[in-house]
């Protein structure tokens, strides 16, 4: 597909001599590459990462020889890797050079769907750390749910605010993050189609939004804070000048990092780096770092409230039958929904839920757990890929033929002693949970969530 002309002047302007390597490259095959979960078990994954090298700036980060077929892959539905673009990962490089590891953190993600930057969050910052994925179009939600619960992590809060209504909570959150929509320039590669969105005045308008989310983004900061603002993008209008128009309008300083020179990422302003494909392993990507100075106003939070809005106390006699479902290493505290269903939360940071319930409107917090019927209680599919979960849980093997049936909802005679008794048991792949079955004196049936089944052909 031809580029357009105005994005061929635009690139000749700011690459220069540079111009035909950068168009050489884009010509090239995208690289493939994931990011590993480390707190699920990555045993199984030799096959795939079979000739993978690391991602410089990302210790989780591989690139692969090739791109398998990620949908046929069990251990992707079971979140122990992400499929993410490597020169996104650098949010790690980023995190691992300004954010201290001794202390809990509370971190804003704005722009989080589809939540490669939120599980990359979770899985860098000190343990019991809040991400608040905040994602406003509602209809990219039911993505970042699912990517959220198969990484699995405990201290869970997605939220769909404007940036209006996150002002409320004032300056709460020590990091935040704001991979902002933009023109795409950064994605003509992977996906070419992007090219026939693209015009001057598309740019212009990227660049209008993106300053509306980051006035409210630097609210909602702390003074001491760290603002992270990136794009996939290449033009200036929507990266160094919006940096510059940060530092120039707020309380805000960039941040400088020495990286070595063979990563091959340029510096294009202070606390802002470029990624170019013919320069890198990675697509076009843009991110500047900012501090917000100590002596900036402080916008103290509402108070938090001791309870939650619709959410009541689980029965204490209840208590009972949920808690052995999770690891003892946590202590728990359980509410449940208006509907029946009941949440987990830890109780460590709860009144941080109280006070996310009450300043907004839009929000699903804590872990799904279940919920009664009758007596019996009925294990959510959330559950089975916490990595949280009790170890005392009853498991079945399934080997790959088997786990893809599952993933299908289809029927398949079990793994004799497979299972502990009849009863609830969670289905794994390479010691990978996968979802709930339930064993019955003459069959099995299959608890995996509809929308997250399989509908590709497996061969």
Known sequence: MEMPLPFVRQMRALLGEEYEHFC?????????????????????????????????????????????????????????????????????????RCVATNQP?????????PGGKTTLLQAALPADSLVVANEVVRSRLSALRENIEKW???????????????????????????????????????????????????????????????????????????????????????????????????????????LPQEWGICQSAPGAYRFFPHKLKGEGFFLAVFHKKEEAPQLLPPRSPATFRHLQPLERAKWATVRPWLDEACEWVFYKAPQGAVFAFPAEGLSDMHLLDHALTNKWLGIRVGQFKGSDFIPDHALALLTALSPRVPTVEFDREQALLFLKKEQFPLNDGGSEGRGWVVGRYDGLPLGWLKILPNRWNNYLPPERRIRMMVE
Not at 105 to 113: E, G, K
Not at 155 to 177: H, K, P, Q, Y
């Open 105 to 113: 953190l509370r971190v804003l993600d704005v722009c989080a769907a």
């Open 152 to 258: 699995g992590y405990l201290r869970a809060a997605m939220t769909s605010a404007s940036g209006d209504e996150l002002e409320v909570l004032g300056t709460w959150f020590d990091i935040v993050v704001v991979d902002a929509p933009c023109s795409g320039e950064g994605l003509f590669r992977k996906m070419p189609q992007a090219m026939l969105e693209w015009s001057p005045s598309h740019v212009e308008a990227c660049s209008f939004r993106q300053r509306a989310i980051l006035t409210s983004a630097v609210r909602t900061l702390k003074p001491g804070g760290v603002l992270i603002y990136s794009t996939c993008t290449f033009n200036r209008r929507e990266n160094e000048d919006n940096a510059t128009w940060l530092a120039e309008t707020f309380d805000l300083e960039p941040l400088l990092f020495e």
């Open 24 to 96: 050489v490259a884009l010509a090239e095959e995208p690289p493939v590459s994931v990011r590993l979960n480390p707190r699920k078990q990555l045993s199984g994954c030799a096959d795939i990462l079979a000739g993978a090298v690391p991602v410089p700036w990302c210790a989780e980060g591989r690139y692969l020889t090739e791109r398998p077929s990620f949908t046929l892959d069990p251990r992707f539905h079971a979140g122990a890797y992400y499929v993410q673009e490597a020169s996104s990962m650098f949010l790690s490089e980023v995190l691992r």
